[in-house]
């Protein structure tokens, strides 16, 4: 017995140690964080985050929270200073939220994630409405365009952001929109698809969305700083545009208009209950919960991005699951780390480099040397030299290796970078080499690859047709039912003066877009009636 509480006692010294040990980290840490943040504040356009800060960051390790401060002002005009009690609009950080509340109606019984949306919302088009679930609208993967969808639709843009809008006729006026993919294919960020959620959400619960978040937030998980409502300007911050060192208070969008995509309002405080919450998993069953997790092949789950690649290759250790957020000058960012470390940042300012922000909070916290980078390299396109002495195409394979490996799903360089590669290397001794890269890289797996198909086929278009011919053939080879690679296709055969191989070609595309309610219908049958008429 004796022996057994001297091992309690020394067990109780261990534990008492760590515990201190922690401590003292986190306020050394803290400090260190404190002094990122301040300079920042101070200095920010010099340091590279094109501003100076103000705002909030919280950092928190497990289910506490070990740092939280406020820097710089919410009124600028009245130099009133920034309060952790503060409430920002969050942006996007909304969606994750909105999936929670459409799972917990899947809980209820009243949805099921993949159901057609045509059973739950009548005025939206039945036949398109068939084919895109919940669980599509969630992970976007509907085919839904992003905001850009409703331009043909709407008088001007800038009038169309500030005007209210009933949830009824933005779904009316969704409908209207054709979709960028077939249904459940491919991964498109769609605020719209968030939209097209809280309508349903409002269908089932006979609520409105500011009633559904009261109940299911304020009252059931007692977050009192967490929501939605029309007067947006009692409830928040300002929020500033800077230019030349001026701050200029910036219009909010009418709230009706932003409604479930990203028009929650928050504090630092309850984002993190809330977060912490749904990964421990107490406020979800746990079936659930593993499907808001669940990531599909372009790392984004439920309402949730798994390791962002922008992210991912300067701090190439971390696994997180994130999301940002943008709306008029507010900017968030919620970062809920595998290792317990949530980093949640709020500011009311803009311009803002959110990206070297968030990778030096993370990277300071974890005590890491901001002078030494860790970035995982993709080679410079500033010239072939530059090119070369980052390694070259064995930097390039490296990147997409090593970045598909800590992400967890395929990471391949954008269609940006392949294109201003071939650009640079036009003409240059190593042609070949650069065309058997693209060829690797241009893989069905890889999400751009579609798009790099396109686009590289359109630049050598008048360079080296053949070789455009390879490019346009490929991508419908790859991507069969893509009614815009067969109408690229078509005008590639047009512009060789194949017109039968056009005709063929514009006719798929044309089939194609009336099957699955694709965007562009009616280009493809221009193009199709021009050559047929020509024939």
Sequence with gaps: MKILNQITIIMRKILDFIAFLIIVTSTVHGQNIDQLLTDYTNDGKAKGIRENFNGVVLIAKDNNIV?????????????KELSVNDKFLIGSVTKPIV????????????????????????????EKGKKITVRMLMNHTSGIPHYSGVLPYVESRKEFLKSAISTDDYVSLISKIGLLSIPGKKYHYSSLGYILLGAILEKVTKQSFSEIVKKEINQKLGLKNLGFVSDISKHIVKDYKIKDGNYKEFPNRHQSNVFTAGGLHANSIDLFRFFNRLKKGDILNSELKEEMFKENTNGYALGLHRNEPEVLRYIPSARYFSHGGSVNDFSSYVMVNDDGTTIIILTNTAPLNRLKLLTNIYRTYKGEDLSISNRVILPSLKNVSRFEEENGIDGVIQYQQVMTKNAGFPVYPSANYILKMVKIHRNKINVEAIDSLIETMTRKENPNAENTLNRLGYLLLKIDSKKAGHYFKKATKLFPKSANAWDSFGEYNEKNNKKKLAKIAYKKAVNLAEKYHLENLNLYKKNLKRIKDEL
């Design 67 to 79: 740092f939280n401060k406020a820097y710089g002002y919410s009124d600028f005009e009245s130099k």
């Design 99 to 126: 999936a929670y509340l459409t799972l917990k109606q899947v809980e209820y019984g009243n949805i099921k994630l993949d159901q057609p949306i045509s059973d739950l919302l009548p005025n939206f088009d039945y």
